[in-house]
């Protein structure tokens, strides 16, 4: 069905953002997305930019590229992006059946919207969206990209953090839906000063923390927001895929004055996962941290800017060592704090030197173990906290093969990664042994205990470490 003119919001920055012309506007999507690095995953959400293409297009080709393993069941895109003309209070939807691009035009998915359109939170306002650029830079890759497929553009005002995340939660869907959340990051600083506000803001965002968020480093913040209040309620990993500024891009002259963009991916925890190439990448530096331990007696600096963006993430991570499938050391970190490979390599050192239940490795054990050490690194996703009431409840709750746990009380603390199931199947056997691990009696019980479930990216290897 031919739609009506007066139906179909017009391109309001093609010519300027992007070129007008289809084919060189097709060209230029293409380049970017051809030129991305790949990602080793399927996210249900991305943040990408929205400045002109000459500036941000090669960062959100690093949002859009991630995506390729997904064009195929994605018929749905719902975008959020934050108002620069026409201001709202909460959420604006447009009255129109489709947005238009030199490419052609999308239709909305009007059913969508009219379901929105219940709440008296969220208003229809063609007037924020007709000279609105940030969800319109997002067409022309997502046309790229999918095939046939819908939108839903909404605006976002200063919308509280709990609202958005109620929106995200209506339109959430199954794995025919994308979220995309339109934002560029900080905004006419500095290249060095725009550089750390920026990378602090990945940070925030790849450790889950809203909080941390503050209104200088991204113009789309209250999306962000309620993406973050998704990503904790359904445990999703934020990773950071790429980060210029307009100072590395098309903006070279003008270092004084730039403006930031990152392309990020959600995925679901449980299903995530680095790629073989990079997880090889942490076990190289975790058997070469050991090496150097042995021969120095202390653990190599990382050089971060020789590492691909996923292995940069912020991230909890255990190290676990083996010598005749004898534990000879594990430690790690609940909370990310750091770069992964950073916080593999140290704890990678605290493994084989630091654990106070081992003696420090030594070169003659490896020796007698013909150089091969069995490593094993854990990336934990966020703890989540666990609803109970009773003991017998929270035995009830944990899941046997699947859950790491922390266990928290006023008098101890203790951790089980989930491959401690392997050798305490049961889950009152597993809870009874995690208690005695904080220190505390197998019958012991507080109303103030509290459980923290976590799951985790496993990966090791036989390695060959010089002593």
Not at 35 to 44: D, L, S, Y
Not at 63 to 73: F, H, I, N, T, V
Not at 307 to 324: E, G
Request: contains cysteine; hydrophobic residues 40%; proline residues 7%.
């Amino acid at each position: 069905m031919a739609l009506d003119v007066a139906q179909v919001r017009p391109p309001a920055i093609a010519g300027t953002f992007y070129p007008a012309d289809p084919a060189q506007l097709s060209r230029m999507v293409d380049d970017c997305l051809e030129q991305a690095p790949r990602f080793h995953g399927a996210p249900k959400a991305i943040i990408a930019p929205h400045a002109g293409f000459q500036y941000s297009g090669p960062i959100a080709g690093s949002a859009y590229a991630s995506l390729k393993a997904r064009r195929q069941e994605i018929t749905r895109v719902v975008l959020l992006g934050p108002c620069h003309r026409v201001p709202v209070r909460s959420f604006a939807v447009p009255s129109h059946q489709a947005f238009a691009t030199p490419l052609g035009p999308v239709p909305l998915d009007r059913a969508t919207i009219q379901r929105l359109l219940r709440h008296d939170w969220i208003l229809e306002n063609d007037e924020t969206h007709l000279p609105e650029h940030c969800l319109e830079a997002q067409l022309p890759f997502l046309q790229r990209l999918l095939g046939d497929f819908s939108i839903v553009p909404i605006i976002v005002g200063a919308a509280p953090m709990a609202l958005t995340d109620r929106l995200l939660a209506e339109v959430w869907g199954g794995p025919e839906t994308l979220i995309v959340i339109s934002s560029d990051l900080s905004h006419y600083k500095a290249y060095e000063q725009a550089r750390d506000l920026d990378l602090a803001a990945c940070r925030a965002i790849e450790c889950l923390s809203p909080e941390a968020l503050k209104d200088e480093q991204a113009c789309g913040r209250h999306g962000i927001y309620g993406l973050l209040g998704r990503a904790r309620a359904l445990d999703l990993r934020a990773t950071t895929l790429d980060y210029r500024n307009s100072g590395d891009t098309a903006g070279r002259g003008d270092r004084e004055r730039v403006v930031g963009y990152a392309a990020m991916a959600f995925e679901e925890a449980a299903s995530a996962a680095l790629s073989p190439k990079q997880r090889q990448l942490l076990l190289t530096a975790a058997a070469q941290t050991i090496s150097n331990g042995l021969k120095s007696g202390t653990s190599p600096n990382v050089a971060l800017e020789s590492y691909p963006w996923p292995l940069r993430a912020q991230r909890a991570c255990f190290v676990t060592l083996k010598i005749d499938d004898k534990l000879r050391g594990c430690v790690g970190s609940v909370k990310p704090q750091q770069p992964v490979v950073t916080d593999v390599v140290g704890n990678a050192f605290k493994a084989a030197f630091g654990d106070r239940r081992f003696s420090p490795l030594t070169a003659q054990e490896l020796t007698d173990a013909q150089g091969s050490l069995s490593l094993s690194v854990s990336i934990l996703s966020h703890p989540r906290p666990m609803s109970f009431g009773s003991e017998d409840e929270a035995t009830a709750a944990l899941r046997p093969g699947r859950d790491g746990v922390i266990l928290q009380a006023p008098e101890g603390r203790g951790l089980f990664l989930p491959q401690v199931w392997d050798s305490l199947p049961k889950a009152r056997d597993f809870l009874r042994h995690l208690k005695a691990k904080a220190g505390l009696a197998e019958d012991y019980w507080s109303d103030q205990l509290q459980l923290f479930r976590f799951g985790t990216e496993t990966f090791g290897a036989e390695l060959r470490v010089a002593a």
